[in-house]
């Protein structure tokens, strides 16, 4: 039994190791992407922009969607593992592992399917383009909050699990916090999947902005459990 709990406990290790250094792949290309290569291509003769999309994305689209793939299913062991252990489940958790599958799920079914169109240059690859921005600045904007909820699941808990209810600041408030941080979440992606691009998404500093006040108010919503 014991050889067992510490072949279960070193795996998790392993597991967290192995989701911190696909997140990493992920998130820099997410991020590569948004503040450089569309900088670039705006910018660039129609040759160069031409040799990028047959030439370079593809192959930075490959690394971009398969580190994203193995980033949440190495994710899926590690909510298992922490849905194991009492009171380590959170609403910061529940929050940073629904932004984190939206964002999974914007790359292979947004954002990949556009890109293809784009790169193969089809009639509507101008709309398709439109998509996956919007996806693209989407996740982005989403990656800052997500990330906080990654370095604060594992350095922080205050026991606040969002299944409690009563705590000193009123009754349920767990509950509530998990409820309205997820319909910001859903309001948020809703857009990205029917809506269009937001005017200040289109500024990569906006983003940033947006990201970073995102994660404040997430971060007040969570610690007042």
């Known amino acids: 039994m014991g050889e067992y709990i510490a072949y279960y406990e070193y795996w998790s290790q392993v597991s967290r ?12 290309l997410l ?3 948004n503040f450089i290569g569309g900088g670039y291509l705006k910018q660039a003769s129609p040759e160069a ?8 994305q593809p192959n930075a689209l490959w690394y971009f969607r398969w580190a994203a793939m193995f ?3 190495t994710g899926l062991y ?21 932004m984190a599958t939206i964002m999974f799920l914007n790359v292979w079914l947004i954002i990949w399917p556009n890109q293809k169109k784009v790169i193969a240059g089809t009639e509507d690859a101008a709309d398709a383009g439109a998509k996956a921005l919007l996806a693209s600045r989407t996740n982005t904007l989403f990656s800052f ?8 699941s594992a350095h922080i808990n205050n026991g606040n699990d969002p299944l409690l209810l009563g705590d000193s600041y009123g009754p349920g408030w767990g509950t509530l916090s998990l409820w309205l941080g997820a319909a910001i979440i859903l309001a948020i992606e809703l ?34 459990n």
């Not at 922009?49 to 370079?56: I, N, S, T, W, Y």
């Not at 489940?89 to 929050?95: A, F, R």
């Not at 909050?145 to 990654?150: G, R, T, W």
């Open 17 to 28: 190791f192995l989701h911190v250094l696909f997140g990493i792949a992920w998130i820099g």
């Open 31 to 33: 991020y590569y992407f």
């Open 49 to 56: 922009k031409k040799d990028m999309l047959q030439l370079h």
């Open 71 to 73: 980033t949440f299913l």
């Open 78 to 98: 590690l909510l298992y593992y922490v849905s194991e252990i009492p009171g380590a489940y959170n609403v910061g958790i529940s929050l940073g592992a629904t």
């Open 145 to 152: 909050p997500m990330l906080y909820f990654m370095i604060y």
């Open 191 to 224: 857009n990205a999947v029917f809506g269009k691009l937001w005017r200040w998404l289109e500024s990569v500093k906006a983003v940033i902005h947006s990201g970073l006040l995102l994660t404040i108010f997430f971060a007040w919503l969570v610690w007042y």
